[in-house]
């Protein structure tokens, strides 16, 4: 079965595309994700792929501050903040990674569900 049977993600482009790329982008990285996904974004009804590109930006964007891991630039400024003598852990980040991802996808998801392009 290719990829035009995933009628679950490609119907939905919006907020199931958003949530899938948002956690493969923290497993593999968000460039990896967007390669992954592109067959999916691909195969979107003609009416609603752009929703879906802008869709798998937005979220593999915003994926990258749910932890430290999720962006090269968290690991550098946490390093940088180390040599200054301030320690960033994991779990501090998270408490503010998280909320912060799960806001911002949400808003993103509900913007591009109501702002037709």
Known sequence: MGIEGWTWLLDRPTDLLSLVSAAL??????????????????????????????ALAMSSTFAGNLTVLGSVANL???????????NVSFWEY?????????????????????VHF
Do not use: D, H, M, Y
């Open 94 to 114: 998270c408490k503010v990674g998280i909320p912060l991802t799960i806001l911002t996808l949400a808003l993103g998801i509900a913007w591009l569900q109501f």
């Open 25 to 54: 982008s923290n497993l593999v990285s968000n460039v990896p994700a967007v390669l992954l996904l592109e067959p999916v974004a691909q195969a979107v009804p003609e009416a609603t792929r752009e929703t879906a590109w802008l």
């Open 76 to 86: 550098i400024v946490v390093e940088s903040a180390r040599r200054e003598g301030v």
